[in-house]
T-cell receptor
Framework: GQGVEQPDNLMSVEGTFARVNCTYS??????LSWYQQREGHAPVFLSY????GLKDSGHFSTFLSRSNGYSYLLLTELQIKDSASYLC???????????FGLGTRVSVFP | GPKVLQIPSHQIIDMGQMVTLNCDPV?????FYWYKQILGQQMEFLVN????????KSKLFKDQFSVERPDGSYFTLKIQPTALEDSAVYFC???????????FGPGTRLTVL
């Protein structure tokens, strides 16, 4: 079956970094998206990757390895306000909706 | 950034009744989606919609579900009749094109009693 897996929780310290891992096993692959979601709010789009390698977007970077079915979201210079859930979502085929993971709750402490 | 609105934010309804969830997508977007999230589970794709037609639907999109966007107004999800297992948060999303990022609304929490 299709599956997107993420760790449930991740704790880190303000000013350091956090890496949110995502592994997927799907019948097809047409890109992977990362979203940030706060309780009771809309998921906010962060990044979309479809080619292998690292994509740097300033405060965060995303990495993809299609052969390993693996991606990560790297948050650098963490701030308290980065505390949120981060969702990984795979587009299995071009016209289909996204297949989401459960999300990783990142908690940033002073 | 672009915003998707959803009305209402919460809805409580008795089993067997009809409910309509409303979505106001980003104004120039052409592709629309509904997702369902049961408490403690991941968000799951229900249906996508373009040019007045359902393009693809998942096995979660039961016969009791229907979607429409009459005359460019709200994109709606109607459930008739509702069942207990329909209790969930329903998220609407829109995108400019098929491959573009999807922008999500804040969700409507539906409770079926």
């Amino acid at each position: 079956g299709q599956g997107v897996e993420q760790p449930d929780n991740l704790m880190s310290v303000e000013g350091t970094f956090a890496r949110v891992n995502c592994t997927y096993s799907t019948s097809g692959f047409n890109g992977l998206s990362w979203y940030q979601q706060r309780e009771g709010h809309a998921p906010v789009f962060l990044s979309y990757v479809v080619l292998d390698g690292l994509k740097d977007s300033g405060h965060f970077s995303t990495f993809l390895s299609r052969s390993n079915g693996y991606s990560y979201l790297l948050l650098t210079e963490l701030q308290i306000k980065d505390s949120a859930s981060y969702l990984c979502a795979v587009r299995v085929n071009y016209a289909q909706g996204l297949t989401f993971g459960l999300g990783t709750r990142v908690s940033v402490f002073p | 950034g672009p915003k998707v609105l959803q009305i209402p934010s919460h809805q409580i309804i008795d089993m067997g009744q009809m409910v309509t969830l409303n979505c106001d997508p980003v104004s120039n977007h052409l592709y629309f989606y509904w997702y369902k999230q049961i408490l403690g589970q991941q968000m799951e794709f229900l249906v996508n919609f373009y040019n007045g037609k359902v393009m693809e639907k998942s096995k979660l999109f039961k016969d009791q579900f229907s979607v429409e966007r009459p005359d460019g107004s709200y994109f709606t999800l109607k459930i008739q009749p509702t069942a207990l297992e329909d209790s969930a948060v329903y998220f609407c999303a829109s995108s400019l094109d098929w491959g573009d990022e999807q922008y999500f609304g804040p969700g409507t929490r539906l409770t079926v009693l």
